[in-house]
């Protein structure tokens, strides 16, 4: 049943959310700027961001019943360990809670037209669950900011505190660049993986219909699309590892930098140069969600050096 929720991408969340968090709190108290979240309700806060996420895969699940059967018959979770009806109550239940979360943080904190995040995000992976596969790479785009917007989403929640910070820090570009960074290098690789996928399963997707980018433009197109992105990513870090000599003035982020995220990520160029079945775009796939994870370890490597 826990598989059903992708466990691992969930505490992915969590880790990403609770470090920007934590990061911004720590910075703040710098200059005695207030937060609005304490760490409990910025628990809650984290916990309807869960809410949407294990919605949006359930709903996925849903929609991709028939397709599963065909791409990963051995891990199908509905159908043999709750019904579609089941998952559907369970849908309902999980974003009724989540909406009702939502509510109760956007009025602790006196701004109630927050509380409209919340059913845009539920509506936009719903749509990506019904239509957005067979919309090609609008689908792709959809999954890609919402992962952005995990990490970006905090600093919303937090902008009054962000706002007063960028004008009496005294290096305020720093903590805005390290958005701008992980929200890139977030979208940048999800879009990659999300290409990476769609290739390794395009057996079901064509017997589903979908219209992805290697069904619709063919295999050795989804390859240049997915190069595209990886070199795109590549410049990124590199970009950023000049930053941190420059700016944070950082040689042991440096060398994180090249051996966790410039290697592995050398390493997936060098794997679709000469991935040709479906067998190679699974392997591929564990390394994308590798790169996705590194920034993860980046952002705790971050908060250790800024202390």
Same mark, same amino acid.
């Given at each position: 049943?826990?598989?059903?929720?992708?466990?691992?991408?969930?505490?992915?969340?969590?880790?990403?959310?609770?470090?920007?968090?934590?990061?911004?709190?720590?910075?703040?108290?710098?200059?005695?700027?207030?937060?609005?979240?304490?760490? !409990?309700?910025?628990?809650?806060?984290?916990?309807?961001?869960?809410?949407? *996420?294990?919605?949006?895969?359930?709903?996925?699940?849903?929609?991709?019943?028939? !397709?599963?059967?065909?791409?990963?018959?051995?891990?199908?979770?509905?159908?043999?360990?709750?019904?579609?009806? $089941?998952?559907?109550?369970?849908?309902?239940?999980?974003?009724?809670?989540?909406?009702?979360?939502?509510?109760?943080?956007?009025?602790?904190?006196?701004? &109630?037209?927050?509380?409209?995040?919340?059913?845009? %995000?539920?509506? =936009?992976?719903?749509?990506?669950?019904?239509?957005?596969?067979?919309?090609?790479?609008?689908?792709?785009?959809?999954?890609?900011?919402?992962?952005?917007?995990?990490?970006?989403?905090?600093?919303?929640?937090?902008?009054?505190?962000?706002?007063?910070?960028? $004008?009496?820090?005294?290096?305020?570009?720093?903590?805005?660049?390290?958005?701008?960074?992980?929200?890139?290098?977030?979208?940048?690789? *999800?879009?990659?993986?999300?290409?990476?996928?769609?290739?390794?399963?395009?057996?079901?997707?064509?017997?589903?219909?979908?219209?992805?980018?290697?069904?619709?433009?063919?295999?050795?197109?989804?390859?240049?699309?997915?190069?595209?992105?990886?070199?795109?990513?590549?410049?990124?870090?590199?970009?950023?590892?000049?930053?941190?000599?420059?700016?944070? %003035?950082?040689?042991?982020?440096?060398?994180?930098?090249? &051996?966790?995220?410039?290697?592995?990520? =050398?390493?997936?160029?060098?794997?679709?140069? =000469?991935?040709? $079945?479906?067998?190679?775009?699974?392997?591929?796939?564990?390394?994308?969600?590798?790169?996705?994870?590194?920034?993860?370890?980046?952002?705790?490597?971050?908060?250790?050096?800024?202390?």
């Amino acid at each position: 049943m826990i598989r059903l929720f992708r466990w691992p991408n969930l505490l992915i969340v969590v880790l990403t959310q609770w470090l920007v968090y934590d990061l911004i709190r720590q910075q703040f108290s710098l200059y005695d700027i207030p937060i609005l979240l304490d760490p !409990i309700h910025f628990g809650l806060f984290i916990l309807s961001t869960l809410i949407i *996420t294990a919605g949006g895969y359930l709903i996925n699940d849903i929609f991709d019943y028939d !397709i599963d059967l065909i791409n990963k018959p051995e891990r199908q979770v509905i159908g043999r360990v709750i019904s579609i009806g $089941q998952a559907q109550w369970l849908y309902h239940g999980l974003n009724s809670l989540g909406f009702l979360l939502s509510f109760y943080l956007a009025y602790h904190i006196s701004n &109630l037209p927050l509380v409209l995040i919340y059913p845009v %995000a539920v509506a =936009l992976l719903y749509w990506y669950s019904w239509r957005g596969k067979r919309a090609g790479a609008s689908g792709n785009l959809v999954v890609a900011l919402f992962c952005a917007f995990v990490a970006g989403i905090v600093f919303f929640a937090e902008r009054a505190g962000f706002v007063a910070y960028l $004008q009496i820090a005294e290096s305020p570009q720093i903590l805005k660049d390290i958005l701008i960074f992980y929200s890139l290098y977030a979208f940048i690789s *999800t879009l990659l993986r999300e290409i990476v996928k769609d290739t390794e399963d395009m057996a079901g997707d064509r017997a589903a219909d979908c219209r992805t980018i290697p069904i619709r433009y063919g295999v050795s197109n989804a390859k240049k699309v997915a190069i595209s992105l990886a070199i795109a990513l590549l410049i990124l870090s590199i970009y950023w590892s000049i930053y941190q000599i420059q700016v944070l %003035a950082n040689w042991w982020g440096l060398g994180f930098v090249i &051996l966790l995220i410039l290697g592995p990520n =050398l390493f997936v160029l060098y794997l679709l140069r =000469l991935a040709r $079945q479906t067998a190679d775009f699974s392997r591929l796939s564990r390394w994308t969600k590798y790169l996705m994870a590194a920034g993860i370890l980046y952002l705790i490597f971050l908060k250790i050096i800024l202390i």
